[in-house]
């Protein structure tokens, strides 16, 4: 009897620690051009397959783009993702980022961050205005403006350096950036889980086990 016990313990003990297959049926998601896995995981995955980490959910958008979804500053397209450095690209689904940063932009409940921060402020200038006008001088910013008016941004310590009359502050903001300009796209990180070294030495993280939360680096020949 006793050694029939251990035999029951045993079995379970394997059935249980089996190492996790996950990554054999996930989806990859629906841009060719950003491949979708783990710690990142396709919406329409079953939860039981255990394709990606907590807060890296992406949804699918006519069949063609891949959305992540932050909680308080709504829908962005996945432009690239780096596996290696654990940077992601997002973009404005209406290709407008500034008016989603006036609208401001919050990152907080992800596991995402800005790699780093920079204060600026957003001027609403009249379309002659000398702000334009002398050298270097910056350009308006065509998804904000219009014949009459045009909005421009830059970084808050240039303000009071720049001949900003016939412009008003209309707000000013953190950009998760150290760029003297509002880019078209946001750069974040991200911390855990931490596969960058296992992604560059050719191999992927999943779940250890199929009932563990700990996450491992495996190779193709693992499986």
């Known amino acids: 009897m006793a050694a029939f016990r251990l035999f029951l ?3 379970f003990l394997l059935f249980y620690l089996q190492p996790s297959r996950s990554h054999e049926s996930c989806h990859p998601g629906c841009d060719l051009l950003v491949p979708i896995h783990f710690p ?4 329409s995955n079953p939860p039981e397959n255990r394709c990606g980490y907590g807060g890296f959910t992406v949804t699918c958008k006519n069949e063609t783009r891949n ?12 432009d690239s993702i780096s596996y290696f450095s654990q940077r ?4 404005d689904p209406c ?15 992800t596991p995402f961050q800005p790699l780093d921060t920079r204060n600026f402020t957003f001027l609403n200038c009249t379309s002659d205005a000398p702000v334009f006008q002398s050298p270097g ?9 219009s ?14 350096a720049s001949n900003t009359s016939s412009c008003t502050e209309a707000v000013t903001f953190m950009h998760p950036s150290l760029d003297d300009s509002i880019k078209d796209s946001i750069l974040l ?10 992604e560059s030495d050719g191999g992927f993280c999943q779940y250890k086990y199929d009932t563990s939360s700990e996450v491992s680096c495996f190779t193709p020949f693992d499986h």
């Open 9 to 11: 313990f045993f079995f």
């Open 40 to 43: 990142f995981q396709m919406m």
């Open 67 to 78: 959305i992540l979804t932050f909680p308080f500053s709504g829908d962005f397209v996945i």
């Open 88 to 91: 992601i690209s997002i973009t």
């Open 95 to 109: 290709n407008c980022i500034a008016r989603r940063l006036l609208q401001g932009f919050n990152y907080s409940d």
């Open 137 to 145: 001088g910056v350009s308006p910013i065509p998804c904000l403006s």
């Open 147 to 160: 014949e009459s008016h045009s909005f421009v941004a830059l970084p808050t310590e240039r303000v009071g």
């Open 189 to 198: 990180t991200w911390k855990e889980p931490d596969c960058g070294r296992c």
